[in-house]
């Protein structure tokens, strides 16, 4: 089957980084997007990832590792405006993103 | 990025009333967009698949007499909520796929849909 699997919540300080693992299982693979999503709103596209490696982006950067079913998206100097839902979400075969529950980002002060 | 757009924002009915949600691709064509359904604090639900010129693809339990959907254009993919009853209230999201080498997809910000 399919399945994502990410922490359900984590918290970090303002400021500081936070690192937040996804590992996945899907049939094909097509690539592995990261959103962020604030409540309420439509998930916005952060990032994405096709190719082993390290892809940076300004405060955020995302890891991805096809042999091992595994991606990271890693945020620097966390703002409170960060704080929101970050979803992993891998491409199957047919092009559809396949999508977890998410990891709920809390920035303290 | 490629932007994609809903409307209406936020839509209040009464129950046995359809309403028709719109979703445009404003600056690509895409051939294939999707459409997903949100309970609160729950994961995106993936509805349906939409591609332009041939019947929608619904996942297993949507009833495809109860979401309709037309792709009638490479920009325009529409979902109707018929007879709409208030379990059907929830965030309705769309998505198109820009095609070519990476093909992303895009989100659209979404639809508040409240049946009373």
């Known amino acids: 089957g399919q399945n994502i699997d990410q922490p359900t919540e984590m918290t970090a300080t303002e400021g500081a980084i936070v690192q937040i693992n996804c590992t996945y299982q899907?049939?094909?693979?097509?690539?592995l997007f990261w959103y962020q999503q604030h409540a309420g709103e439509a998930p916005t596209f952060l990032s994405y990832?096709?190719l082993d490696g390290l892809e940076e982006k300004g405060r955020f950067s995302s890891f991805l590792s096809r042999s091992k079913g595994y991606s990271y998206l890693l945020l620097k100097e966390l703002q409170m405006k960060d704080s929101a839902s970050y979803l992993c979400a891998p491409m199957d075969s047919n092009y559809q993103l396949i999508w977890g529950a998410g990891t709920k980002l809390i920035i303290k002060p | 990025g490629a932007v994609v757009s809903q409307h209406p924002s936020r839509v209040i009915c009464k129950s046995g009333t359809s309403v028709k949600i719109e979703c445009r691709s404003l600056d690509f064509q895409a051939t294939t967009m999707f459409w997903y359904r949100q309970f609160p604090k729950k994961s995106l639900m993936l509805m349906a698949t939409s591609n332009e010129g041939s019947k929608a693809t619904y996942e297993q339990g949507v009833e495809k007499d109860k979401f309709l959907i037309n792709h009638a254009s490479l920009t325009l993919s529409t979902l109707t909520v018929t007879s709409a009853h208030p379990e059907d209230s929830s965030f309705y999201i769309c998505?198109?796929?820009?095609?070519?080498?990476?093909?992303?997809?895009?989100f659209g910000p979404g639809t508040r849909l409240t049946v009373l």
């Open positions: 998505s198109a796929l820009t095609g070519g080498s990476h093909n992303e997809q895009f």
């Open positions: 899907t049939s094909g693979f097509n690539g």
């Open positions: 990832n096709v």
